[in-house]
């Protein structure tokens, strides 16, 4: 496989696994558990909009690899059906652990193969997820997301204020509220915001503390600070889950009206490997399966920067 000849292969989206099949003697490529998947992006300009591309653990290499394929049909059918897996996936470990484990968000390909079921979300929706923190408070800043902007603000909290001003609370989360309630006495919540107004989530450089940021109304933003223990994982975990589960409503909706107007889908895609590419220097640790939307942001460049790299590629070996 060159750098400008792709190889044919059929994608199939099965359970949780990526199957790349030959569609010609039907022989695996490549077998990617989704868990192992950290990122994926579409190209959306340029006509760019059937260039689909994932960065995933190498297990060979112990190193992200990222993955680039040209799609026979617009790219987008692939994040939603990769969301609907990751969807299913949390709902089941919620159910056995009846705590949110680390994982990734993936979405079926084809609504016949893997079928929205609203029932696969119930248990997310249905449940309270609590957890003890400290409340450290509140304060008003300049932009929607951006680790540099939580990390600010979670050290001026830390430096603002003492450890004996922290209030001890709980913090209850749900697929559309979060609520910060006294531990003790019940009184109106100390503070309270609507899941779907979440624009930024994120575990500080010290790894006890957890922030969020949401958008209050006429571009104000709003930047949330709490310690937690043993550390932030499960509080973040938790608060990503209930994000996740507001993004697949919007996607159960958008997938019905597509589907009404454009009839049944197809369980299968026919796509083409443009390339993959090793990433030698990797943020993350090749044992962990850990994935902070507070980095998905950078990332989904990076996929970007991929597909324009291939397309100059493309064009200078065939001019």
Same mark, same amino acid.
């Given at each position: 496989?060159?750098?400008?000849?792709?190889?044919?292969?059929?994608?199939?989206?099965?359970?949780?696994?990526?199957?790349?099949?030959?569609?010609?003697?039907?022989?695996?490529?490549?077998?990617?558990?989704?868990?192992?998947?950290?990122v994926?992006?579409?190209?959306?300009?340029? *006509?760019?909009? #059937?260039?689909f591309? !994932?960065?995933?653990?190498? +297990? /060979?290499?112990?190193?992200?690899?990222?993955?680039?394929?040209?799609?026979?049909?617009?790219?987008?059918?692939?994040?939603?059906?990769?969301?609907?897996?990751?969807s299913?996936?949390?709902?089941?470990?919620?159910?056995?652990?009846?705590?949110i484990?680390?994982?990734?968000?993936?979405e079926?390909?084809?609504?016949?193969?893997?079928?929205?079921?609203?029932?696969?979300?119930?248990?997310?929706?249905?449940?309270?997820?609590?957890?003890?923190?400290?409340?450290?408070?509140?304060?008003?800043?300049?932009?929607?997301?951006?680790?540099?902007?939580?990390?600010?603000?979670?050290?001026?909290?830390?430096?603002?204020t003492?450890?004996?001003?922290?209030?001890?609370?709980?913090?209850?989360?749900?697929?559309?509220?979060?609520?910060v309630?006294?531990?003790?006495v019940?009184?109106?919540?100390?503070?309270? *915001?609507?899941? #779907?107004?979440v624009? !930024?989530?994120?575990?500080g +450089? /010290?790894?006890h503390?957890f922030?969020?940021?949401?958008?209050?109304?006429?571009?104000c933003?709003?930047?949330t600070?709490?310690?937690?223990?043993?550390?932030?994982g499960?509080?973040?975990?938790?608060?990503?889950?209930?994000?996740?589960?507001?993004?697949?409503?919007?996607v159960?909706?958008?997938?019905?009206?597509?589907?009404?107007?454009?009839?049944p889908?197809r369980?299968?895609?026919?796509?083409?490997?443009?390339?993959?590419v090793?990433?030698?220097?990797?943020?993350?640790?090749?044992?962990?399966?850990?994935?902070?939307?507070?980095?998905?942001?950078?990332?989904?460049?990076?996929?970007?920067?991929?597909?324009?790299a291939?397309?100059?590629?493309?064009?200078?070996?065939?001019?």
């Amino acid at each position: 496989m060159s750098s400008n000849e792709g190889q044919n292969m059929v994608m199939i989206l099965k359970k949780d696994t990526m199957s790349l099949v030959d569609p010609l003697d039907h022989s695996l490529i490549h077998s990617q558990p989704i868990i192992n998947i950290r990122v994926w992006g579409v190209g959306c300009n340029n *006509g760019r909009d #059937r260039d689909f591309a !994932f960065v995933a653990n190498d +297990k /060979d290499t112990c190193m992200l690899k990222c993955h680039v394929f040209r799609c026979d049909v617009p790219a987008k059918a692939i994040a939603s059906a990769l969301h609907d897996m990751c969807s299913k996936i949390m709902s089941e470990k919620a159910v056995a652990s009846n705590s949110i484990t680390r994982s990734v968000t993936l979405e079926t390909i084809s609504p016949e193969d893997l079928p929205i079921q609203v029932d696969i979300l119930d248990t997310v929706r249905e449940s309270i997820q609590r957890h003890e923190v400290l409340y450290l408070g509140s304060m008003p800043v300049s932009k929607p997301m951006g680790m540099d902007i939580l990390n600010t603000t979670i050290e001026n909290m830390i430096s603002t204020t003492l450890r004996e001003q922290w209030t001890e609370a709980v913090i209850e989360v749900t697929d559309t509220v979060l609520t910060v309630q006294h531990r003790e006495v019940e009184e109106e919540p100390i503070w309270q *915001g609507q899941v #779907r107004y979440v624009t !930024f989530i994120g575990i500080g +450089k /010290d790894p006890h503390t957890f922030a969020l940021i949401m958008d209050t109304g006429k571009q104000c933003f709003q930047c949330t600070v709490f310690w937690c223990e043993p550390d932030a994982g499960h509080v973040s975990e938790a608060v990503q889950a209930a994000c996740m589960v507001q993004y697949q409503k919007c996607v159960v909706s958008t997938s019905s009206r597509m589907k009404s107007k454009s009839g049944p889908g197809r369980s299968l895609l026919k796509i083409k490997r443009t390339a993959s590419v090793d990433s030698p220097i990797s943020p993350f640790s090749s044992a962990g399966h850990t994935l902070q939307k507070s980095s998905g942001t950078s990332k989904r460049r990076g996929v970007m920067a991929f597909f324009e790299a291939f397309k100059q590629r493309h064009v200078r070996h065939n001019p």
